[in-house]
């Protein structure tokens, strides 16, 4: 809270994930900041004319947020034991640098998966119908980051993957967006300020005759033993043609 270069870092995600949480112009929302820490982002939120609610699990972090007396309400606890708030109350939520922490077992009794999924299914619970949900990420690999978006699918949402400047090693940045309930299409921006490159969208389940669908299909159909003909469609190769 008191590095300048850092809070700049920190307002500069907290504009990029209400970017792409899509909320309606000239409204003000009710927002979850999860993982809140001083409430850097939380001081963004006030300043969109947003109201919110940030959530830590440290004592010392919150403290600084009250002596800093940010806008927002602070609530003290740990995201892997669940979101405590009730059905719909959100328009949104937002995280930044926070949620890979789930990937740690950090106590004996800490399960990563459960945890995640634990966390995600309050969450998707507490939004409201159509509402987003943007968590800007710091995977260590791909695994943490299959174990992330493989939970959150389970807790009933969908969404994508957006990356920030994908050929920059230092600028790169991950958002995980997530729909509660309904589909949806991330945002259009400003190519000339951001090169982003959309990821892969995942769902509960692959659209019925679609390409990941079928691919899919053949791959449980290998996995039982059974003949699995090359699909030409998406090979190049050709049948011949039936007269």
Known sequence: SQNSRIIEIQ???????????????????????????????GDYLSEEGHY????????????????????????????????????????????????QWLCNADKKSHIPPKRLYTFFSSL???????????????????????????QAMKAGFTGGMVVDYPNSTKAKKLFLCLFAGESGVLPKVCVKKRMNMVQRFFSGKSVKKSKDWIMEKKERRRRQGKDVRADTK???RHRKPRF
Do not use: H
């Open 11 to 41: 307002t500069q995600m907290s504009e990029r994930a209400v970017e792409l949480l899509n909320l309606p112009e000239d409204k003000p929302c009710y927002l979850l900041d999860v993982g809140c820490g001083s409430g850097l982002s």
């Open 52 to 99: 919110w609610v940030g959530l830590d699990i440290s004592t010392a972090m919150l403290d600084v947020a009250m002596d800093r007396e940010v806008e927002g309400d602070l609530v003290l606890g740990d995201m892997g034991q669940g979101v405590p708030f009730r059905s719909g109350t959100f328009d949104g939520c937002i995280s930044i640098s926070a949620l």
């Open 124 to 150: 998707y619970s507490s939004l409201q119908r159509g509402a987003r949900a943007v968590f800007q990420i710091y995977p260590e690999d791909s695994k943490q980051l299959e174990l992330i978006t493989s």
């Open 234 to 236: 998406y090979t190049g």
